[in-house]
């Protein structure tokens, strides 16, 4: 499996992004999914959602005093952990172009 993660650190905190990739779109949706799955089964993350952000399914949900965004885009997974408020900045950042946001 090939992935990567990037730390971004500023004045409200620091905000991580890893990214994993997948041998097909397919397999990465079903392992968000898994994912998901068991985190609310037991896990110190709470008030789960399930939008559509642009053209993406995004799981949005809070923990450990941060905000997180979990989706499939492509091959791709994404896990977003922001500071409070500043997670849909970098949602922006990382979907795809093709696929524009609401503000």
Same mark, same amino acid.
């Given at each position: ?13 620091k ?29 110190p ?15 949005? $949900?809070?923990g ?25 900045? $970098? ?13």
């Amino acid at each position: 499996m090939k992935g990567a993660i990037a730390v971004y650190v500023g004045n409200g905190g620091k905000a991580m992004v890893w990214v994993s990739l997948a041998p097909s779109d397919k397999v990465a949706f079903q392992q968000v999914e898994v994912m998901m799955e068991k985190m609310e089964q037991g896990s110190p993350f709470h008030n789960f959602t399930l939008d559509k952000v642009g053209c993406l399914l995004v799981y949005h $949900f809070l923990g450990l005093g941060q905000e997180h965004y979990l989706f499939a885009q492509d091959d791709s997974v994404y896990w977003i952990s922001a500071p409070m408020g500043d997670g849909v900045a $970098f949602l922006r950042v990382f979907a795809r172009k093709g696929c524009p946001l609401s503000p």
